[in-house]
């Protein structure tokens, strides 16, 4: 169990990288926010190609790495930024 969640842990960061990367822009994210996104992406990929194409297929790299560029899109658009400007974070006081 604990090795299944670190290798997810893992999979979210590098997804979630990818993600960002994909994307232009710096964006203001940590680490642990990478990974979420990661694993977001890979969720939804996994049930977006479950719907269309049958419980007997399963998401891969590039539609992991697509809906999480789309999540981290959306970050950015909460924030007011557009696609290439990141938008700025909301600062707590």
Not at 25 to 36: A, E, R, W
């Amino acid at each position: 169990m604990l090795g299944y969640l670190i290798a997810l842990a893992v999979g979210g960061l590098i997804i979630g990288a990818f993600a960002r990367l994909a994307l232009p822009g710096k964006d203001p994210m940590t680490i642990p926010q990478t990974m979420l996104v990661g694993i977001g992406g890979t969720f939804a990929a996994g049930l977006l190609v479950r719907v269309f194409f049958g419980p007997h297929y399963t998401a891969g790299f590039l539609a992991s790495l697509v809906c999480a560029t789309v999540i981290v899109y959306v970050i950015r658009r909460a924030r007011g930024g557009s696609l290439t400007d990141p938008g700025r974070p909301h600062l707590r006081r």
